[in-house]
Nanobody
Framework: QVQLVESGGGSVQAGGALRLSCVVS??????????MGWFRQAPGKERVGVAV???????EYAESVAGRFTISRDNAKSALYLQMSSLKPEDTARYYC?????????????????????WGPGTQVTVSS
């Protein structure tokens, strides 16, 4: 069982920045083999992919956040990060981290929710205008 816990959410004004963190714990798999993703869900909307990072730290971003958000990982700490800058009111959502495990080092840069197996409870980000 993989457990994920997000932190770092909060309220910020438009144009501001936040850094989200996610800590992963599990007894069976090496964290450095995972692909990790950040997703978000706004009220009344579906959960959508924001950014993904593979086992080799290659990244992919949703068009709506490219150039403003940066995903990174620290394998020594089993941690995942999302640095968010130039925040907009439309970035308001609950943000979730998720893991994708493969038998070998994960190289999938998918942003499809259905590809990820384990999820954290999320952290709320609210951006006011």
């Amino acid at each position: 069982q993989v457990q994920l816990v997000e932190s770092g959410g909060g309220s910020v004004q438009a144009g501001g920045a936040l850094r989200l963190s996610c800590v992963v714990s599990n007894d069976a798999y090496a964290y450095n083999k995972f692909c990790m993703g950040w997703f978000r869900q706004a009220p009344g909307k579906e959960r959508v992919g924001v950014a993904v990072i593979d086992a080799f730290s290659r990244t992919e971003y949703a068009e709506s956040v490219a150039g403003r958000f940066t995903i990174s990982r620290d394998n020594a700490k089993s941690a995942l990060y999302l640095q968010m800058s130039s925040l907009k009111p439309e970035d308001t959502a609950r943000y979730y981290c998720a893991s994708l495990y493969m038998d070998d080092y994960c190289t999938s840069l998918t942003l499809q929710r259905s590809d990820f197996g384990d999820w954290g409870p999320g952290t709320q980000v609210t951006v006011s205008s």
